[in-house]
């Protein structure tokens, strides 16, 4: 009986750990873009079906577990990281109660999914240990993805800065390049002749319809430009997300090419030839 109640007793705190982790991936910010909800539910269903798996008898406690596991996990992961967002804030609430009612249908799913397989003793018992180990994999899935995120998020933010310069740098040429030709200046506003001369990081086929007359996004950045600009023509690239997405700001026109800060006007730029370094 001692034994029987320390591996339920485990079952049930690290179900309840795993629900309740599992959820942080997907609310701390900046964050890898996890697949919304689908990526804690699927880690709630895998630990409730297997923990009832698992188990010799009981099965209510395991339900229990994922459900308070994932509104525990859900509270404290938006009091860590609320949205600075006041609009988005406001849907916090919203947001907790349809999570914690998919978490409910969820759990009683997987429930009924891990009775059945309990009825297969047989079967079980050949595979325990691939079991757990799937088991404790869902568990620690949460943990080891919001350990991983800062650096990975780290690494994305300086790779979209890098090709965010280089993008900007070629498009500016290639507008150059289009009003040093016959009728260029009219055509600035032409993706396609201005196509012709981009040699930087690739762009889409939409994008070039659309650069000229809004904005399009391509690795983390906005670009646009205004064909239609006081100066002559200019381009525009910031970040999507300030704080997933790009620490820059980059401008491009007559007077060349310049990178500010993320919160820094166009007074505040650096020269072009230090942007890819700033």
């Not at 978490?103 to 018992?125: D, N």
Request: include cysteine; charged fraction near 15%.
């Amino acid at each position: 009986m001692g034994t029987f109640m320390s591996r339920n007793t485990l079952l049930v705190v690290l179900t309840a750990t795993g629900s309740a982790l599992c959820w942080w991936p997907v609310i701390m910010q900046p964050n890898l873009d996890p697949p919304s909800w689908w990526f804690p539910l699927a880690l709630v269903a895998l630990g409730t079906a297997l923990s009832t798996t698992l188990s010799d008898e009981g099965w209510l406690q395991f339900m229990i577990a994922s459900i308070v596991g994932s509104f525990v996990g859900i509270c404290c992961g938006f009091w860590i990281w609320w949205p600075t967002d006041g609009i988005e804030a406001s849907y916090v609430p919203l947001v907790v109660g349809e999570a914690m009612l998919s978490v409910v249908l969820v759990s009683v799913v997987s429930l009924l999914a891990g009775l059945i397989l309990r009825s297969w003793p047989v079967w079980i018992e050949k595979r325990r240990q691939a079991i757990w180990l799937l088991f404790l994999c869902g568990v620690i899935l949460g943990p080891v993805t919001v350990a991983l995120t800062p650096p990975l998020v780290a690494f994305r933010i300086a790779r979209n800065d890098r090709l965010a310069a280089e993008r900007i740098q070629s498009l500016n040429h290639a507008v150059e390049q289009t009003i040093a030709e016959a009728d260029g200046p009219a055509r600035i506003c032409d993706g396609q002749a201005l196509r012709q001369h981009y040699s930087g990081p690739p762009l889409r086929e939409t994008d070039w319809r659309y650069l000229a007359a809004n904005s399009v996004k391509e690795d983390g950045y906005f670009f646009w430009i205004n064909c239609h600009d006081k100066n002559g023509y200019s381009i525009d690239a910031q970040p999507a997300r300030e704080k997933g997405d790009g620490t820059r700001h980059f401008y491009a026109g007559k007077w060349g090419v310049a990178g500010c800060g993320i919160r820094e006007d166009r007074a505040h730029c650096v020269p072009r030839h230090e942007i890819t370094s700033a």
